[in-house]
């Protein structure tokens, strides 16, 4: 019993792991692609209604629509504005955007990159708003970015710890794409630490007793 708790303990621990989903080209690979023949292929795209990478799943709330729920533009679209690095990845207008953990485990969230969609002097500056559902409870966090048409890191505050989804909602006139979302797995709860901390001790112990 000692020593599967200490096993459990230990696994806990260890699962805490930083990711960056930054839609490189093998993650993008899973998606759909429109693949259209030169010249119409300056509006090619990646697209599905869920894309998931480093343990982590984008979801969009338009399910079922004939619409690029999520999409990706590729090399070949000009369009829109191409990544910073590697690919970046967007939404059909007011469609929401959710990030859970494939595991269901609590997350942290850090960081994301922002910029204007579309290319051009009528591209509009705007605003997103984030939601964090936190593990355990219906309250959200909520914090707001302004964006503009230059790749930015926005960072987000100490309040976007132990969430259980991130959500955000793509706009109707201004419109963006998102890159570099930075990802943490929550730290393991005090009684975790807890339970670690006295397995160790008591296998210090039973060392001791068997050597007396």
């Keep these: 019993m000692l020593q599967a708790s200490l096993v459990a303990a230990s696994l806990c621990a260890a699962t805490a792991h930083a990711a960056v989903i930054d839609f490189d080209a093998t ?44 999409f990706v533009p590729d090399d070949h679209n000009v369009l829109y504005r191409p990544a910073a690095d590697s690919y970046a990845m967007a939404a059909t207008a007011l ?31 705007g605003s997103v708003t984030f939601y964090g559902t936190k593990a355990g409870t219906s309250t959200p966090v909520v914090q707001k970015f302004d964006y503009t ?41 005090a009684q975790t630490w807890a339970m670690l901390l006295a397995g160790l001790g008591m296998l210090g112990w039973m060392a001791r007793r068997k050597r007396a």
């Design 27 to 70: 993650s993008v690979a899973q998606l759909s692609h429109t693949n259209l023949p030169s010249p119409l292929n300056v509006v090619n795209v990646y697209h599905g209604t869920s894309y998931v990478e480093d343990g982590f799943e984008l979801s969009s709330s338009l399910v079922g629509t004939p619409f690029h729920s999520l």
């Design 95 to 125: 469609a929401t955007v959710t990030l859970t953990s494939v595991d269901h485990s609590a997350f942290n969230v850090t960081s994301i990159d922002l910029a204007k969609l579309l290319k051009g002097p009528l591209a509009l500056d």
């Design 149 to 189: 048409g230059s790749w930015t890191t926005f960072l987000f505050n100490a309040n976007f710890t132990g969430l259980s989804s991130l959500s955000w909602t793509q706009g109707a006139l201004s419109r963006y794409e998102f890159d570099n979302i930075n990802v943490t797995a929550a730290v393991p709860e």
